[in-house]
């Protein structure tokens, strides 16, 4: 079982940055690949980048060249940088982990963050 704590987020300026982050504990096996979804108002939950243990990446098409995935494997944490954000990113941001490669159905869920980008 993991246990995922996010903090980040806020209100920023359409063009402004904002870094999001998630620490992890429980089994490390739950966590091998951690990232984060997003659901908007009145849309489905979509995934927005993940990251497996050994540096592997993946973004949505949305956010690729602007959002940056990390993480410290020793602080069993993931980082979520964002930049040039626009509107349409304006969304409830949650923390995801799996004991898989693929992030489409994480084992573990955070408590969400809300993201505002104003225009």
């Known amino acids: 079982q993991v246990r995922l704590v996010e903090s980040g987020g806020g209100l920023v300026q359409a063009g402004g940055s904002l870094r999001l982050s998630c620490a992890a504990s429980?089994?490390?096996?739950?966590?091998?690949?951690m990232g984060w979804h997003r659901q908007a108002l009145g849309k489905q939950r979509e995934l927005v980048a993940s990251?497996?243990?050994?540096?592997?990446?993946n973004y949505a098409d949305s956010v690729k060249g602007r959002f940056t995935i990390s993480r410290d494997n020793a602080k069993n944490t993931v980082y979520l940088q964002m930049n040039s954000l626009k509107s349409e990113d304006t969304a409830v941001y949650y923390c995801?982990?799996?004991?898989?490669?693929?992030?489409?159905?994480?084992?573990?869920w955070g408590q969400g963050t809300q993201v505002t980008v104003s225009s």
């Open positions: 995801a982990a799996s004991p898989f490669l693929s992030l489409a159905n994480p084992s573990g």
């Open positions: 429980g089994s490390i096996f739950s966590f091998n690949t």
């Open positions: 990251i497996t243990r050994g540096g592997s990446t």
